[in-house]
């Protein structure tokens, strides 16, 4: 924009506003504004690693009036002729304000409207001391929604906070808004300054390189100053994730990398992606293992242990990614904190549950703002806890175990038949010289052991000479059953060639409801391990 109501602006060569409107503004290398003045006031900016501000300086005639040193969510502030004091930002939510030279501490609470723009601030009595309005694309109005304010007027809602439109900083004696990668004129709704990236090419609003989300200013915001995908691009990354853990979750250190290269755009964040997913899943792994023979007090510490470890998980992704490692410690930690009342929505779905992934990364998001961290990674965190680990989970546990005593007039055979969710059946059994060989082979649902006594007790006293349970287990149970049966089988070998004995593999089978196959391949096997993934067969139901 070369004019507008009757001022003049000139650009240089990168597309930086250079002045306009009685401003004149100063570029780094990196297109920051250092320095910006207008009349006899001034505002100079310093910049550190990622170009991210540090400092700020306000003059007035030419005198320096205010220094600000950013310091994470903190600010230390010296004013001319006065001690130094500090504002704490609470997850955007509240002020604190510590003054050292005295130990006097202040709290203001900040309440905004559906696009995050500050609209009344609230001290500790609840009483309203500030009210800020702003116009659909952010200049600072009166009261009646009408008048643009004077520096007079908003003066002092600078000494609550310079936070105002979207929650970015207002830089308000040169009219300007500070983007953070970019500088905007809420007088004229456009940036100062052209976007790097032209994210959306077929979309018209998006061809002009200076304009503010797409021209609609009361449906989008845009946190970085550069294009509005950096904003939605965490919530797209965590929408595949989950479309992805629905078709396929055996793939989950795929989706986890396909959702960090989204939210990313880099290599580097895709391998993240995966390593955290992996990360997540493990955790899970390891304490359904750990929880499979604990007591009921143990099972109390183990669970504490498991948010513990969440978060840890959590803050080492944060910190992978650039984050700080506390917020993501928070993040996944209060997500798996919650994992019970989460697990209560959307009972009804017995596996992967796109609402309690939204869920978690409510919770996720939400400790992560209260933190001092950013909601959009608080999010990604407690969806990646919830995904790949509680529903990945949910989903391993449509196996079923059918545990089968038989006898026939043996001294005792026992089969496991493992039932996959589709249906594919894997025996394996085994007949041992006595029963006591086989108590506390496999774990239930709950993590108790089952005792294997009574089973073959009702076999032996059972008329047909069998009796079967089952059980609804892990994928991990399922598995481990059927290893611990080949393991077992391997170091005690028996004759299968037998009638008797194949007889009292098939009676189980029958038992489990599982239809008969071929005898003869059967008692060709070397050793007692019948198993029909091994014979390359698959036994589906009947």
Same mark, same amino acid.
């Given at each position: 924009m070369s004019s507008a109501g009757g001022v003049s602006y000139s650009y240089d060569a990168n597309g930086n506003q250079t002045s306009g409107d009685g401003r004149a503004i100063l570029y780094t290398v990196f297109d920051m504004p250092y320095t910006m003045s207008k009349g006899n006031d001034r505002v100079d900016f310093a910049y550190g690693v990622g170009s991210s501000r540090y400092q700020r300086e306000d003059f007035e005639g030419g005198v320096l009036q205010k220094t600000t040193l950013y310091l994470g969510a903190t600010e230390r502030i010296t004013e001319t002729g006065s001690n130094p004091y500090f504002k704490r930002y609470l997850g955007g939510m509240a002020i604190a304000t510590y003054y050292p030279s005295t130990g006097e501490q202040q709290l203001a609470y900040l309440l905004k409207d559906h696009i995050g723009s500050i609209h009344t601030v609230l001290n500790e009595s609840g009483a309203i001391t500030a009210s800020m309005h702003f116009s659909a694309f952010g200049e600072r109005q009166d009261v009646n929604w009408q008048t643009p304010l004077t520096n007079f007027l908003y003066a002092p809602l600078n000494d609550i906070t310079t936070r105002g439109f979207t929650g970015h900083e207002q830089v308000d004696s040169m009219g300007i808004i500070h983007m953070n990668g970019r500088i905007y004129d809420p007088k004229l709704g456009r940036f100062m300054q052209a976007d790097p990236v032209v994210q959306a090419p077929k979309n018209s609003q998006n061809l002009n390189r200076y304009s503010y989300v797409l021209n609609n200013p009361l449906s989008y915001t845009d946190p970085t100053g550069f294009s509005f995908w950096k904003k939605i691009r965490p919530y797209v990354g965590m929408a595949v994730m989950i479309v992805g853990m629905i078709i396929a979750p055996e793939l989950a250190p795929l989706w986890g990398g396909l959702s960090g290269y989204i939210n990313s755009g880099n290599i580097k964040g895709a391998v993240i992606g995966a390593f955290s997913a992996a990360m997540f899943q493990g955790i899970g792994n390891a304490f =359904? /293992?750990?929880? !499979?023979?604990?007591?009921?007090?143990? !099972?109390?510490?183990?669970?504490?242990?498991?948010?513990?470890? +969440?978060?840890?998980?959590?803050?080492?992704?944060?910190?992978l990614n650039g984050g700080k490692f506390g917020h993501g410690f928070w993040a996944a930690g209060f997500t798996q904190a919650f994992a019970g009342p989460i697990g209560g929505i959307d009972s009804g779905t017995e596996g992967f549950s796109p609402a309690r992934v939204v869920?978690?990364?409510?919770?996720? &998001?939400?400790?992560? $703002?209260?933190?001092?961290?950013?909601? @959009?990674?608080?999010?990604?965190?407690?969806?990646?806890? /919830?995904?790949f680990n509680d529903e990945l989970h949910k989903v391993r546990s449509n196996y079923k175990l059918h545990l089968i005593a038989s006898t026939n007039g043996l001294s005792g055979h026992v089969t496991i038949a493992g039932e996959s969710p589709n249906g594919t059946i894997t025996a394996k059994g085994f007949y041992p010289n006595d029963h006591a060989s086989i108590l506390d082979m496999i774990?239930?649902?709950?993590?108790?052991?089952v005792d294997d006594r009574p089973l073959y007790d009702a076999a032996m006293a &059972? $008329?047909?000479?069998?009796? =079967? !349970?089952?059980?609804? =287990?892990?994928?991990? !149970? +399922?598995?481990?059953?059927?290893?611990?049966?080949?393991?077992? &089988? /391997?170091?005690?070998?028996?004759?299968?060639?037998?009638?008797?004995?194949?007889?009292?593999?098939?009676?189980?089978?029958?038992?489990?409801? =599982?239809?008969?196959?071929?005898?003869?391949?059967?008692? @060709?096997?070397?050793?007692?391990?019948?198993? @029909?993934? $091994?014979?390359?067969?698959d036994i589906p139901r009947p």
């Open positions: =359904v /293992r750990m929880g !499979q023979n604990a007591s009921a007090a143990a !099972q109390g510490w183990l669970q504490a242990g498991k948010i513990l470890a +969440h978060g840890v998980a959590g803050g080492i992704m944060s910190e869920a978690a990364a409510i919770v996720g &998001g939400t400790a992560s $703002e209260l933190s001092g961290g950013k909601f @959009a990674n608080g999010a990604m965190t407690g969806a990646f806890s /919830r995904a774990t239930g649902t709950q993590g108790q052991v &059972g $008329e047909s000479g069998y009796a =079967v !349970q089952t059980l609804a =287990v892990s994928q991990l !149970q +399922h598995d481990a059953a059927l290893q611990f049966m080949s393991d077992y &089988g /391997r170091y005690n070998e028996y004759d299968l060639l037998s009638n008797s004995c194949v007889t009292a593999a098939l009676s189980s089978f029958n038992a489990a409801g =599982v239809s008969a196959f071929n005898t003869n391949m059967l008692g @060709a096997l070397p050793i007692s391990v019948y198993t @029909a993934v $091994e014979m390359g067969l």
